[in-house]
T-cell receptor, first 111, second 114 residues
Framework: RKEVEQDPGPFNVPEGATVAFNCTYS??????FFWYRQDCRKEPKLLMS???SGNEDGRFTAQLNRASQYISLLIRDSKLSDSATYLC????????????FGQGTELSVKP | DAGVIQSPRHEVTEMGQEVTLRCKPI?????LFWYRQTMMRGLELLIY????????DSGMPEDRFSAKMPNASFSTLKIQPSEPRDSAVYFC????????????FGEGSWLTVV
């Protein structure tokens, strides 16, 4: 089993749609969680951290469920510019703090 | 402010040749990571350093790969000899360290081995 698993993509949605991505992690000792965004042929960049109580940044909402070892990202009112690959990332303290990336979920927002 | 700087950005080399990828982390960052990304395997951590010391190299594919960090501002990833299956994008990233660290990636080195 992979340490971090994500929904298989691609997700093809129309502008304005709401889309949700899911991610599960296998190590219960994981302590920090992030969503990164990667545009085609570019490097990954931090989208948002995920906090225990859940957090929102504009149209983006991240949720964490430690009991189920599950992370989600919700994008509301999707824009064409949201088209990218979204990477779920987990940091596990007992592994020396190394970040493990999921395979990524590709999102394509169409006009 | 300068981000993580990698070189070369693109390299095409013949099988069997030595490849050296270079990275300059963000000043003040004490953790440095080398990742490899392919369509099939996604983003894989090869090795990472804290304060110039290799902490975990379990992701290094085999002995043909080696990485060094002689000082806080420079790291190399070397492949010798290179093989076609090494073709990938190699990202260097750095962070200030700590459990909530955000890592910042360089633009990547696009390697093609023919």
């Amino acid at each position: 089993r992979k340490e971090v698993e994500q929904d298989p993509g691609p997700f093809n949605v129309p502008e304005g749609a709401t889309v949700a991505f899911n991610c599960t992690y296998s190590n219960s000792a994981s302590q920090s969680f992030f969503w990164y965004r990667q545009d085609c042929r570019k490097e990954p960049k931090l989208l948002m951290s995920v906090y225990s109580s859940g957090n929102e940044d504009g149209r983006f909402t991240a949720q964490l469920n430690r009991a189920s070892q599950y992370i989600s990202l919700l994008i509301r009112d999707s824009k064409l510019s949201d088209s990218a690959t979204y990477l779920c990332v987990v940091n596990t303290a007992n592994q020396g703090g190394k970040l493990i990336f999921g395979q990524g979920t590709e999102l394509s927002v169409k006009p | 402010d300068a981000g993580v700087i990698q070189s070369p950005r693109h390299e095409v080399t013949e099988m069997g040749q030595e490849v050296t990828l270079r990275c300059k982390p963000i000043s003040g960052h004490n953790s440095l990571f080398w990742y490899r990304q392919t369509m099939m395997r996604g983003l894989e951590l090869l090795i990472y350093f804290n304060n110039n010391v290799p902490i975990d190299d379990s992701g290094m594919p085999e002995d043909r790969f080696s990485a060094k960090m002689p000082n806080a501002s420079f790291s190399t990833l070397k492949i010798q000899p290179s093989e076609p299956r090494d073709s990938a994008v190699y990202f260097c990233a750095s962070s200030v360290g700590g459990i909530r660290n955000t890592i910042y990636f360089g633009e990547g080195s696009w390697l093609t081995v023919v």
